[in-house]
């Protein structure tokens, strides 16, 4: 991995001040790679046109989101530590339980 050159950092300048996480790095890597999984599986399900099953898993994987940015730092899990934690909690939480409640309320139309 490069290292930035003096001086700058690629840590999220709105987590600077946050305390480590209490879990250790490979908890935290787990919980990277629970998301993942999720992630993917949406895709191939979507992929096979299985449209609920791919709406409420990532809407699941969106609120699995919401437990990894309130426990994980950011230098974990890399991309997805946007803007604050509670910005990103609140949004990934919004996000996927509109999807969860989007898969529910529409009909299956037969599938």
Known sequence: MLNPPPGLTLDNPHDRGNAPSPLPRWAQQVLVAVFVVGFVLSGV?????????????????????TIMRLTCDSQVIGLVAVRSKRFDAFFTTALGAAMLWLSWSVDALGS
Not at 45 to 65: D, I, N, P, V, Y
């Open 45 to 65: 399900f979507a992929a096979t046109e299985h449209w609920r099953r791919a709406t409420f898993t990532l809407g699941a994987a969106m609120l699995w989101l």
